[in-house]
């Protein structure tokens, strides 16, 4: 775990550093620091659950915006027939930047998700070893 975390980690302050030419930097700069950190931290054994769980929050509240907004991933996927977010780094229509963002929020949560997985893990592991101790 503490190897996923240090890559993750890295990996979305270099996700973060991609978006200051975006035009919402303010937003996703902040929302790619937040799992790093968190990522960073874990790596170093430091564990915190409620942190992780208010990141998946507020990650799905957005994530479902950007789904059903009227050029969110639906509208992407259904009217626009799933064309390609790959093509190029800058994102002429609306539904691709969206549906773009949305995926980078699915990673985020992602990543929130297994660390706090792990942690709870290990937490019920150290339970039921003091109750054998008892």
Known sequence: MKLFNIIAAVLFVIFAGLQYNDLDPYIWMPIYLYTAVLC??????KFYRLWYLGGIAVYLIYAVYLFFDRDGVLSWATAHEAESITQTMVADQPWIEE????????LLIIALLLNYIYDQQKRNKAKRIEVKRS
Request: no cysteine; charged share 20%; hydrophobic share 55%.
């Open 99 to 106: 549906t773009r963002e949305f995926f980078g929020l699915f």
């Open 40 to 45: 960073a931290l874990a790596a170093k054994g």
